[in-house]
Each structure stands twice: as C-alpha cells, then as structure tokens.
C-alpha cells in the first residue's frame, strides 16, 4: 500500500488555502447551507468558492471532497439533490454522503462521481459496508470512532474498499448520525439543519464569581474563576445525576478532550487504514495550518522508516487533554 492520505478540513477559502499549502493530500469542505454537518454562520462555501478551491488544489495536485453529509428533510430533497448535481459539475474528486437515498440519486445521476461513505451513517461492520459498495459503488468507507485498531484490522481484512480514519480533533461520545442532544436543547438538529450547539443559542452569563454557559436556555457548565471556559456543547456539559448528594456536577457524558493518534501510525498503517482524518471544519486557518504541517512531518518521517516523531500539538487540543480513544481500548 501507498503511505497514507492525509484528509484535512476547510470552513472557509483561507482555510483550505492553509491545509493545501501545510501539505494536505485532499481537503474536505461543504457548501453554505442545511446539506453539510457544520452549517454555522461565517463558514463553508458558495458554488464559486467551490470552483475557485477546486483551481486552486488541483494546481497543487491536492483533491477536494464535498461533504454533503446530513439525511434529507422529508418531502424536501431538492437542496441536497442540487448539492450533489453542483458537486460534479464543478468536478470534485469526490463526495462524502450518509442517507442511502442520496447516494442512490448519486450513483446513478453521476455514476463517474467517487462517492465516499460519511462517518454519519455509521457503518461500522462488513456487511453494512458491502451493503454500500454493492448498492451504490462507494469506494471509501469513514469509520465512525468506536473501533479499536484490532477491529479495523480484522474489518479490513473482509472488505475491498477503502477505510478511512480519523486521527486527531473532536470526539462525540454518540453513535455518528444519530445525535439528538442538540436538537432536544435548540430544536435544530445536527444530522438533519447539520448545527450541533447553534450559536444563536449560546449564552454566556455571570453568576457571582462564575461564568456560566447555556445553550437554548439549558445551563450547560458554570465556569470557576480562572478556569477556561469552553463552548457550551450539551454532550461536554457538566450536570448533576440523580439526587445529587454528596456529588458535585460531573461530565456525564464525556469531558472535553481531542482525539489524538498521531502514536498510532505504525499500528492504524498495519491494520489497512487508506486515509487519515484531521477533525475541525469550524477551525481558524492557524489551527489548520499547525495540524495538518504536524502531521505531514510525522507521516514523512514514518514513510522514511524512522520513528513517529513526538510533535507538540498541546496547545490545539480541545479541554487541555488528548487521547487515542477507542482505538486502544483495551490493549494499550
């Protein structure tokens, strides 16, 4: 096999300049609306910004991929049904698609167009995933993040398609494509509007000596003097459970960290993995640039046969902690 395909994300034009110019191989970004899984205010991109980063990156021999990765409204396909249509026409090297509906449209409308399998629909077991390549042609397979390397590796070993992994930025304690924390608190959901946490929902307020977040009217964390104060994500909040005594609110669900698995080359290179995901289209191009040059000196140095080379990425990491994840559980 090829030394891994560094997948790297872009919110915006200058983003995706700086993930190009850091030494991606291909970037992923979503167009200015419902049908991609970070729609926020002030990212993504028009159909022009699309032709222009496709310009761009193919100058430099880097790929584009358009994440159009949240499931249809009922009754209202036609905006992700144009997603796709403009994906081809402005000759994209691939699209990242969920909803089985979509990728049908895909495949046949487009049957030149590579379609990948988003993380969202969670295919997470060898006839799930052939279910996908046999149905609708995909060719790449991003695995959601609760397999550990052995597993990856024993799912590897009964497929003939690509898998995809990610490797470092945010965890989601929820099973891909099946969140609803956001949409109990906001109303708007993130596999449906593609807005976890919506900022239009965010409040930050003083409370005597604390800061406290709240997101939709929920207090999501109450902040101490001094401490950091994160963005008010409902699955990162810090609650009481159950009565409460004797206990002080605790991150139920899962504390703020960043995945990490820069260590685990050797291992995810073994196990058959084809490409590596970089986390955060919500990112600024500093975050971007610092990630994605990390990455490419560490893949190169582990291409050369030497060791991973231990990078500092602590200050890019979410909470002040990182982690492999699932991908050790249990064995290392």
């Keep these: 096999m090829d030394n ?15 993930a190009v110019d850091a030494g991606a191989d291909a970037v992923y970004l979503g167009f200015r609306d419902e049908t991609n899984a970070r729609n926020f205010p002030g990212l993504n991109f028009t159909r022009q910004d699309v032709a222009d980063a496709v310009d761009y990156a193919h100058a430099r021999r880097v790929e584009v991929y358009v994440a159009i990765n949240t499931y249809p409204q009922a009754g209202n396909l036609g905006p992700w049904q144009k997603a796709v249509d403009d994906a081809a026409r402005l000759k994209v090297d691939a699209v990242i698609l969920a909803d089985p509906g979509l990728l049908a449209y895909a495949a046949k409308r487009h049957p030149d167009l590579r379609l990948h399998l988003s ?8 006839e799930a995933i052939r279910l996908y390549r046999d149905a609708f042609g995909v060719r790449r ?15 590897n070993a009964e497929i003939d398609i690509e898998t995809e992994v990610f490797v470092f930025g945010g965890l989601c304690p929820m099973a891909e494509g099946r969140c609803s924390l956001s949409s109990y608190a906001t109303g708007l959901s993130p596999n449906k509007q593609g807005v976890c946490s919506p900022a239009n929902h965010v409040r930050y307020e003083q409370r005597g000596g604390a800061l406290a977040s709240t997101l939709g009217g929920f207090t999501i964390n109450v902040f101490g003097e001094g401490e950091q104060a994160g963005y008010p994500t409902l699955c990162k909040g810090r609650f009481v459970a159950g009565d409460g005594v004797g206990e002080g609110p605790a991150y139920l669900f899962e504390e703020p960290t960043s995945l990490n698995a820069m260590d685990l080359l050797p291992e995810l290179k073994a196990a058959g993995v084809r490409a590596l995901k970089i986390e955060g289209r919500q990112r600024g191009k500093a975050y971007i640039a610092a990630v994605v040059r990390a990455y490419r000196e560490a893949l190169e140095t582990f291409a050369a046969g030497r060791p991973v080379p231990h990078i500092d990425l602590q200050a890019m990491v979410e909470g002040g902690t990182q982690t492999t994840g699932a991908y050790t559980r249990g064995w290392r």
């Design 4 to 18: 891994f395909e560094l997948i790297c994300p872009a919110g915006t034009p200058a983003a995706l300049r700086a």
């Design 119 to 126: 993380v969202q629909a969670s295919a997470a077991n060898v």
């Design 141 to 155: 397979v991003v695995l959601p993040r609760v397999l550990t390397v052995p597993e990856i590796a024993k799912l």
